[in-house]
């Protein structure tokens, strides 16, 4: 029989800084408030600065922000630092196993003290996210660093989830291959899309079912001021966007050049206004889409006509700002999510098949393209097809519905 859970850990957290991963565990924590109304739940946190934001809820550092945090702008050494993390969590199971002895000698006090912090939780799980991905051959080693957390579950006997996750794609099928006994090992592996869960089932992961990401539930707050310091008048046009660095810096460049083309090609109807959001702002990381469109509307060609939204907003009012939008050009994936989920026409940049597999889950899959792809005319026919499309609406609060209702899981079942 399950004994009671009375403490649950919350890993694989990166930070408030983005508001599509804070808005994962916002609606997580309200979930298993729901579901374990009397269980104390601990956070997991990469970002330091992410104490207190949670509310009540006591966030630490994880073993993310205490192994590599030192090393995050060198990646050939956070590589090795991770590998040689790796092996020593390697070895503990092995004296774990063999032993029955738990061999901490191998790790720093500090990281003796999180792994041994593991005993004490009832039920990990392993917040959602599209993290469990490799670009290259050696990607294995963050994709391994990742799973971590369940590694150490496992080693103490603890059950563990993996909760409303993207999984793959993968540069090498022998990836998958790896991550496999992870995946097994948990009670379940909830996805969030199509894509995820045919992936996994291809790869014989037996243990998974499909969800719609949490994030679709996020509630919304006042945002009236912000409305009011940035002129958003409802009789305009208003378009949101968000933009973020991801391939090399040729393609970004290309990339960045058809975003600023489009919105000159915008501006010409004097009835339309631009808002870039900030979804992400984690400067520490070199992770801010303000950074990325510092100097490109600065001229008094823009005045009034766009504007760069640069507070650390909350996803609740992030995505409070972006349902006073008229349409919605997207490439942060959960700004999509928070357009859509509010019934806004949107049309989606792909850089992950994660967000491919958002819009065919809503059966918009003909409003995404994949950022690679992007340029000025592709854009803009993008945006004369969604205009004169009379079903979008239709088809998507109809999906949207559907979407919504297939939310939850009933974690108990599976423990």
Not at 168 to 184: A, E, Q, V
Not at 202 to 214: E, L, P, R, W
Not at 263 to 274: A, F, M, T
Request: charged letters at 25%.
């Amino acid at each position: 029989m399950q004994k009671d859970i009375e403490n649950i850990l919350i890993t694989n957290v990166y930070s408030w800084k983005n508001k599509g991963d804070a808005a994962i565990v916002l609606c997580l924590l309200d979930d298993l408030r729901s579901q374990f109304p009397r269980a104390k739940i601990v956070i997991y946190s990469s970002d330091p600065s992410d104490i207190g934001k949670y509310g009540d809820y006591l966030v630490e550092n994880s073993l993310d922000s205490i192994i590599v945090s030192k090393v995050l702008k060198h990646r050939i050494f956070k590589k090795i630092v991770i590998s040689f993390f790796l092996i020593r969590l390697y070895l503990f199971r092995l004296f774990k196993k063999i032993f029955n002895t738990e061999a901490y000698f191998l790790f720093s006090d500090l990281i003796s003290e999180r792994i041994l912090s593991y005993k004490k939780y009832d039920l990990v799980i392993a917040c959602g996210g599209g993290y469990l991905l490799t670009r290259n051959v050696t990607d294995i080693f963050n994709l391994l660093f990742m799973v971590s957390g369940c590694s150490i579950a496992d080693i103490f006997s603890k059950p563990y989830i993996l909760y409303h996750q993207s999984v793959g794609p993968f540069s090498s099928k022998w990836h998958i291959n790896i991550l496999r006994s992870y995946l097994l090992g948990a009670k379940v592996v909830i996805c969030r899309e199509q894509i995820s869960y045919d992936r996994l089932i291809k790869a014989g992961i037996t243990n998974a079912i499909i969800k719609s990401d949490i994030a679709f539930l996020l509630k919304t707050a006042d945002v009236e001021d912000l409305v009011n310091k940035y002129k958003i008048d409802p009789t305009k046009n208003n378009i949101g966007i968000t933009v973020r660095r991801w391939m090399s810096k040729k393609k970004h460049q290309d990339y960045l050049k058809a975003v600023v083309d489009f919105v000159n090609y915008l501006i010409e109807d004097e009835n339309n206004r631009i808002f870039f959001m900030p979804q992400v702002v984690y400067v520490e990381r070199g992770d801010s889409d303000h950074q990325i469109l510092e100097g490109l509307f600065d001229s008094d060609k823009y005045k009034d006509r766009v504007f760069i939204v640069r507070e650390d907003l909350s996803p609740q009012q992030l995505k409070g700002l972006i349902g006073k939008m008229k349409l919605f050009f997207g490439t942060r994936m959960h700004s999509n999510i928070f357009a859509l989920s509010q019934s806004i026409k949107t049309i989606a940049i792909a850089y992950e098949t994660k967000t491919r597999g958002i819009m065919d889950s809503l059966r918009l899959s003909k409003y995404v393209i994949n950022i690679e792809d992007v340029s000025k005319d592709k854009l803009i026919d993008l945006f004369l097809g969604i205009k004169n499309d009379k079903d979008y609406d239709a088809i998507l609060n109809r999906n949207l519905d559907i979407l919504k209702d297939n939310v939850f899981v009933d974690l108990k079942s599976f423990l």
